[in-house]
Nanobody, 121 residues
Framework: QVQLVESGGGLVQPGGSLRLSCAASGSIFSINAMGWYRQAPGKQRELVARITSGGSTNYADSVKGRFTVSRDNAKNTVYLQMNSLKPEDTAVYYC???????????????WGQGTQVTVSS
């Protein structure tokens, strides 16, 4: 099994910054893409940013130019640097990875427990 543990959420004023981290642990054979999704109250979960094992990235249009996703493959960790935060960025942010656990021959989606990000004055 693969476990994801997120950290770094909190309350920030509009225009501020936060950095989220997510570390994968457990019986990991390989990790493919890693990324971040978010879900605001009353809305569907949406992709925020994603990065492949080779370093290719994609972002939601709403965060392009403000958020940066990166990863440390040696630590099985993905980061999300969020700058110029807006009230509409308020949501629970979930870490996600497509990974293969030890002893299996398929990849699966794994999710973190979520971390709250609130942007408010």
């Amino acid at each position: 099994q693969v476990q994801l543990v997120e950290s770094g959420g909190g309350l920030v004023q509009p225009g501020g910054s936060l950095r989220l981290s997510c570390a994968a642990s457990g019986s990991i054979f390989s990790i493919n893409a890693m990324g971040w999704y978010r879900q605001a109250p009353g809305k569907q979960r949406e992709l925020v940013a994603r990065i492949t094992s080779g370093g290719s990235t994609n972002y939601a249009d709403s965060v392009k130019g403000r958020f940066t996703v990166s990863r440390d493959n040696a630590k099985n960790t993905v980061y999300l640097q969020m700058n110029s935060l807006k009230p509409e960025d308020t949501a629970v942010y979930y870490c996600n990875t497509l990974a293969r656990a030890m002893g299996v021959h398929y990849v699966a989606d794994y999710w973190g427990q979520g971390t709250q990000v609130t942007v408010s004055s």
